[in-house]
């Protein structure tokens, strides 16, 4: 399937695309490649034109240096898409806790089109004002996680809310490490504007 079709069926009918995907073969790579690797960029290249083009404005106007937002652009997307790969080790390592099936793969698989609303919600940080409305994404993206839990883990239907409880903590905990360690490798990332 391509990447549009399957952008378009986890957004508007995920139950359905759930099942279409739990019974697809990939591999970590082609995965990647085909899905991870350009959605995950969209974000990433909105917050970038959008931090050195408008800023943000508290009590003065704050934009990203071209230079320093660059380098904290590649490292923010080099550091996401380790991320998600962790995110799935820990899912897949906590499958057994919950009475599912391990399997790195539907783990991965679950992770990335799970993050598809937040990706393509990130287009909103071209404006950094608006980047408070990409939760929305975020929000569809948790729905479309417990949706595909049960499809992709083989989880019983009892188990998905604790699983999925526990496994959002650990991925909120892989973020939060995350971002701490894209600030401490990257310059400052905003510098003040003159206007």
Do not use: C, H
Not at 97 to 124: N, R
């Amino acid at each position: 399937m391509n990447l549009r079709d399957r952008v378009i069926n986890i957004l508007k009918s995920p139950r359905q695309e759930w099942d279409v995907i739990a019974r697809e073969t990939t591999d970590t790579a082609t995965l990647y490649k085909g899905y991870i690797i350009p959605l995950a960029a969209i974000p990433v290249i909105a917050s970038y034109i959008g931090m050195v083009t408008i800023g943000v404005t508290f009590l003065v106007r704050v934009r990203a240096g071209v230079v320093s937002g660059l380098v904290n652009a590649v490292v923010s997307y080099v550091f996401a898409l380790v991320g998600i790969y962790v995110a799935a080790l820990v899912i897949d390592w906590l499958a057994p806790k919950f009475q599912s099936e391990k399997s790195i793969i539907q783990a991965l698989k679950l992770v990335a089109y799970s993050m598809t609303p937040a990706w393509i919600a990130g287009v909103l940080l071209l404006i950094p004002a608006l980047g408070i409305l990409a939760i929305i994404g975020g929000l569809y993206g948790i729905y479309l996680f417990y949706l595909g839990m049960t499809p992709m883990m083989k989880t019983p239907a009892d188990k998905v809310i604790p699983y999925m409880v526990v496994s959002a903590l650990v991925v909120i905990l892989v973020q939060i490490v995350i971002t701490v360690l894209v600030n401490l490798v990257t310059p400052a990332y905003a510098v003040p504007a003159v206007f």
